[in-house]
Structures are given as C-alpha cells and as structure tokens.
C-alpha cells in the first residue's frame, strides 16, 4: 500500500475489485510500513468488504544476528553506498479472512 499510497485515487479501483473478488474464507496478509496512513487504508478496506482480523500488530522487528548482510550478495554491493541494508523494520501487519455477511 505503501508503495501506491501517491496514486491512491487511482490504485482505490484495484484494490476494492480484489477485495470485493475474494471468495469466503480467503486470507490476506499485509506487511508494511508502520505508517498509520498506509495501514488505515488497508483496514478501511478489509472492513468495507467483510473481512475479520484474525491477527494485527505493529511493531519493529530484527533479524537474528546470525543473519549477514554481505550474504545479500551482488545487491550489497549495489545498494552498499546509498543506503546499507537493515536488519530490522518498523512494521504494520494483518492476517485479515474474508467471512460471509
């Protein structure tokens, strides 16, 4: 959501269609930023089409130590100078399943 939030007006369609398309019973797991703007439109959508939220949770979250940033091999490299990978994220998330109304 994150990603299409400045197109919100045009990504809204896409989202409602999947959404509303969605047999019962399907489950949708969002991750993402822990930014309220991003994940209240999630919810208003999951709410709008009769979704239940099993789970939610924000939170930040990191990898264990035994986790290597140069294993990231060619992309470290890449990346390495503008912005050094990391190891840990402050998240937003839902396990939302879509129930009968």
């Known amino acids: 959501m ?3 939030y400045k197109i919100k007006d045009d990504a809204q369609p896409f989202f ?3 959404f509303a398309k969605a047999k019962n019973g ?3 797991l969002y991750i993402d930023n822990n930014n309220q703007q991003f994940y209240n439109w999630f919810d208003d959508l ?3 089409n009769s979704f239940e939220v099993i789970m939610s ?3 930040f979250i990191k990898m264990e130590l035994s ?3 140069k294993d990231l091999g060619v ?3 890449k990346f390495k100078e ?3 990978p990391k190891l840990g994220a402050n998240i937003a998330y839902r396990i939302c399943r879509k129930v009968k109304k």
């Open 2 to 4: 994150s990603e299409v």
């Open 16 to 18: 409602e269609n999947l």
């Open 26 to 28: 399907s489950l949708f």
């Open 46 to 48: 999951a709410r709008r």
């Open 57 to 59: 949770a924000r939170e």
């Open 67 to 69: 986790e290597e940033k």
């Open 75 to 77: 992309f470290y490299e």
């Open 82 to 84: 503008v912005n050094q």
